[in-house]
């Protein structure tokens, strides 16, 4: 017979009524014994079988020990008295010193009769289970038990010197055929398909082994059966045909009916017992393998007689029986764990040097290119298949279609599917008319491992089919019998005869190392793909740090680091040229600023055609652009003709976007030593000659003279103005809104500060805020921030306006002042304004100078519940081993990203890495610099929580923030 099963042949109806038949016929007892139930708390027999009258001489009726004292009946109480029945075991029968008291009855026979029963005993809640079984027997059994108790020993080493699990079964069923005397043991294994098969047999003289290879379907043994030799470990049977005997009353005093799982004496059920007469077997031990918990398999003792006395089993020899079950289900257990650990070790082994190879070369399809033969191996598999993100990789035979397109069907697959938390395992992917992959036709079983917790990354293996001829102990065929309650359910089968079935539809199973090894595999390519897009991001980073985005230049804290190493070597044979190119802010007026930028690119490649392999070019923001010119000698006039050589370079046009554009540069010059022999120095020199060249009309190059360095003064009275500022009342705040990109509403302010000088106007922080760093005014100008924004907030507070919290930039020096913390907590209780209302935001720059004295500052803010945000991300050195050390909540991504990452794929490449970098580290994610509904729409597409810009509103006045709110929300909401 061809099938694509696994033997099923009843339905699934049928299947849970076979489960719920009775493994066990409540309420009787086997008769060659008898039973007492104790009331523990009164010391009564509450229950007793019927058969007991056939046992004790003169008793006739066996309701005179119902409700009658047990002392009355039993002796020996007062050694193994009420402490004693109450402290028996739950889970198993001991023996215990009780004697029957016959001379109630039948003084004449009391001595002789007593002496031939046993008690074994076992508790089950306030109850006491009482089993008097037959001791004696003829001296021919007799000598024989005692013959075979003193080859114990031998039977012992001989399982013990198995060198593998199926010497060892073989070994096993010898032994304790042998030992027990039963005609037929077998050892039966439970497949994961729930069906068994006969693994190992051995017979008496007499009889030959029929049932070794045959397999027997899940409902021989039923699941309520599995459950109950999971509990009752030794099971006997003594006579198939003898009937049982019931227990008297029927129910116990509060009417339920007893459980008899822990009882040697309980009855079986009919269908049992049909089941076990159609297989020839009059008598029955069996004795479970429990490994790790679960039912491995039965050794199963069948007699062709009945085991009743004189050749009832004894407890000696179930003593014996039960350790010998125990010694096999440690060895089959140690033979199974030893399988397991070769195994194991030798892929994890494999994985350990798949995993240092990646490591060093790092290309995951490349080197699993190279490997897949042997990752195919260990896993016994045809198909290999890996999604880590973008990364998608497939290998193997018989494949349709492309790796995303395989790929996107093994995932369609797993959506069809409960989600796991770990590996779903098939092997039954042919059971239908096609197969279910058609991308991989050939695959029977598929194993798959996925990490739900992070979308899109998973791997999987896939086996071919396999087909078994499996020999089956009878067709599984049952006839159905109608009950008068009008279940049904199926009666025991009358035949064992070999029966040949074809398996086909389904790989070989899958097993629970099959399962850790797939997930030890995706968790290597997992982290190593980490690592590679963390390296990248660190390079990227660390490339960003030292160079401007738009022309690829140095910055200009790469430059001024790699200057000031030189002037500190004491390399003087150098140029200081500051470049400026004239009149750029018309360009970007008028032509806007993505003109502009192709402008500085362009001219970025004319600057870098001109200036030699050991000359510096960096770009210090905007049109400015630094040289550091190498030359022989500190000479002014070889700097001038250099200078010559790069307005040749700038003068002819630039061709942008159809335009014809003509520029200039203006070029400041300043040679160390005489100019000044630090950065600091050399710079604002440099500038200063700058600012002379433009004096002078712009598109010429000025060397530095000590006369120009009168011109500081307008800077000193501009420091002077500052220092008057706060005394005055000349700052003033604006507040910029923070929109969230999914609901579009507003969810914060940013307070920026502006000083209304009385002679030159409005001005930025950007003119005014180093120039207060460097005078020590930060702080009271940081101070005035805080205050005033605080201030605002409790007056919008005692309106209707919604509490909104805002943000607040501190400066390096304010954040290292020793009582910062103390200052803000107190100004948060003077104004009535809870904690969670306020955000401080600092620089990259801040925390790189003092990162200790930063992050400690950092966690009393927070500890206080005011939280903090890093400014500017990705203009500094943007470490990712700093950024994980810091107690932030937020990351702002810098402007300069945004307004490029729509023109530049590098530039939106970085920002798409660092928007998942912040995700990854539970961080809320604020775009600085919005400017369009494109740059809007792309940042929340990616994940961006929150966008800051000109698209939603320029800083305004407290007065206008309410109208400003209504005004994003309204045009947001259409």
């Known amino acids: 017979m061809n099938s694509g099963g696994h033997g099923d042949t009843i339905s699934a109806e049928l299947e849970k009524s076979c489960a719920d038949e009775p493994i066990q016929l409540l ?77 109630q009855t039948s003084p004449a026979d009391a001595q002789q009769v007593a002496a031939h029963w046993e008690c074994l005993g076992h508790r089950l809640g306030a109850l006491a289970l009482l089993e008097w079984l037959p001791v004696a027997g003829d001296i021919d059994d007799a000598a024989r038990q005692s013959q075979a108790f003193g080859d114990f020993a031998d039977v012992v080493a001989r399982l013990r ?71 009752n470990k030794l099971r006997l049977l003594a006579d198939v045909e003898a009937a049982m005997d019931p ?67 004894r407890s000696g020899l179930r003593q014996a029986c039960d350790l010998l079950a125990e010694i096999a289900t440690m060895r089959i257990a140690a033979f199974l764990n030893l399988e397991s650990v070769r195994r194991r070790l030798a892929l994890d082994r494999l994985l350990n040097h798949f995993n240092q190879v990646l490591l060093q070369d790092g290309d995951i399809p490349i080197v699993l290119d190279v490997w ?10 045809t198909n290999l298949g890996v999604q880590i993100g973008s990364l998608v990789y497939v290998g193997g035979e018989g494949r349709h279609g492309s790796p995303h397109q395989i790929v996107d069907e093994v995932r369609a697959t797993l959506d069809m599917q409960e989600r796991t938390p770990d590996v779903r395992m098939r092997d039954d992917l042919l059971t239908g008319e096609r197969p279910a992959l058609a991308s991989l036709p050939d695959a029977a079983g598929m194993l798959v491992a996925h990490r739900y917790e992070e979308e ?30 009008g279940r049904v359910r199926l009666e025991p089968r009358r035949s064992f005869a070999i029966w040949q079935q074809q398996v086909k539809g389904h790989s070989d199973p899958w097993s629970p190392m099959d399962a850790e090894g797939l997930q030890s595999l995706l968790r290597i390519l997992s982290e190593v793909n980490k690592l590679q897009v963390n390296r990248k991001l660190q390079e990227t980073l660390h490339w960003r740090a030292h160079h401007d985005h738009l022309t690829g230049l140095y910055n200009r804290r790469a430059m001024e680091d790699e200057v000031a190493r030189r002037l500190e070597d004491g390399q003087f044979n150098t140029a200081l040229m500051l470049l400026d190119l004239d009149h750029f802010k018309k360009v970007n007026d008028t032509y806007g600023h993505e003109t502009g930028d192709q402008v500085l690119q362009q001219l970025t490649a004319r600057l870098k055609a001109v200036v030699r392999e050991f000359d510096l070019l960096a770009r210090l923001g905007g ?127 940013e307070a920026l500060v502006r000083w209304n000088h009385p002679t030159r106007g409005q001005n930025s922080p950007a003119a005014f805020i180093p120039i207060a760093e460097h005078s020590d005014q930060i702080i009271a100008i940081d101070r005035w921030v805080m205050r005033s924004a605080i201030a605002e907030q409790a007056r919008w507070r005692t309106g209707d306006m919604a509490r909104l919290p805002v943000s607040i930039n501190l400066s390096t020096v304010d954040i290292l002042s020793p009582n910062l913390v103390v200052y803000l907590t107190q100004l948060l209780r003077d104004y009535g304004v809870p904690p969670d209302a306020l955000e401080i935001e600092v620089t990259e720059s801040c925390i790189m100078r003092e990162l200790a004295p930063t992050q400690s500052v950092l966690r009393d803010l927070n500890d206080n519940g005011i939280a903090t945000a890093l400014d500017d991300f990705g203009t500094g050195f943007s470490s990712l081993s700093y950024l994980r050390q810091l107690p932030l909540q937020c990351l702002k991504i810098d402007q300069s990203f945004t307004h490029s990452m729509l023109q530049d794929p590098n530039a939106e490449t970085l920002t798409e890495a660092i928007v998942a970098m912040g995700l990854a580290l539970k961080m809320v994610i604020v775009a600085e610099g919005v400017e369009t509904r494109e740059q809007m729409n792309w940042l929340q597409a990616h994940g961006c929580h929150i966008g800051q810009g000109y698209f939603f509103s320029p800083p305004v006045p407290p007065e206008d923030v309410r109208h400003v709110i209504d005004r994003i929300e309204m045009r947001l909401a259409h």
């Open 27 to 103: 309420g009787t007892v086997q008769a060659y014994g008898f039973l007492m139930v104790v009331d523990l708390a009164s010391q009564h027999i509450v229950q007793v079988s019927a058969g007991i009258v056939r046992h004790w001489p003169g008793l006739g009726d066996p309701a005179r020990l119902v409700n009658a004292a047990l002392s009355d009946w039993v002796a020996g109480l007062e050694a193994s008295g009420p402490p004693d029945l109450a402290a028996l075991p739950t889970s198993h029968c001991v023996g215990l010193r009780l004697r029957l008291r016959i001379e």
């Open 161 to 231: 010197h198995a060198e593998s699990l199926g010497e060892f079964l073989d070994e096993a069923t010898q032994a304790i055929q042998q030992f027990s005397g039963f005609d037929r043991v077998m050892i039966y294994r439970f497949l994961p398909d729930g069906c068994g098969e006969v693994v190992a047999e051995h017979t008496s003289a007499g009889y030959q082994t029929k049932y070794l290879g045959l397999r027997f379907p899940a409902s021989d043994i039923p699941s309520q059966a599995r459950a109950l030799y999971l509990t």
């Open 247 to 313: 227990l008297l009353p029927p129910t116990l005093p509060d009417g339920a009916q007893l459980d008899q799982s822990h009882c040697i004496l309980r009855g079986l059920s009919p269908v049992h017992l049909v089941y076990l007469r159609n297989m020839g077997v009059r008598a029955t031990m069996t004795m479970s393998i429990v490994c790790e918990g679960t039912l491995w398999g039965l050794i199963a003792c069948h007699h062709h007689q009945a085991m009743t006395p004189p050749r009832h089993i």
């Open 372 to 381: 897949l033969p042997h990752l195919l191996r260990a896993f016994d598999a």
């Open 456 to 485: 899109g990354i998973f791997c999987f293996v896939t086996r071919r089919e396999v087909v078994q001829q499996v020999h089956w102990g009878g067709q599984p065929a049952k006839e159905r019998v109608t009950l008068p309650d």
């Open 623 to 749: 049109d400015e652009f630094l040289l550091l010119l190498q030359i022989p000698h500190p000479s002014a006039a070889i700097a001038l003709t250099f200078a010559e050589r790069l307005h040749q370079a700038v003068s002819g046009p630039f061709h942008i976007n159809g335009q014809e554009l003509r520029l200039g540069i203006s070029v400041g010059i300043a040679i160390p030593p005489g100019h000044g022999r630090t950065v600091s120095e050399l710079l604002r020199h440099a500038d200063l000659a700058l600012y002379q060249a433009k004096a002078l009309g712009r598109s010429r190059s000025v060397v530095f003279e000590l006369a120009m360095a009168s011109d500081q003064l307008a800077y000193y009275l501009l420091e002077r103005d500052l220092n008057e500022a706060v005394e005055r009342d000349q700052l003033s705040l604006v507040f910029q809104p923070k929109v969230d990109l999914n609901s579009h509403k507003v969810v914060g302010l």
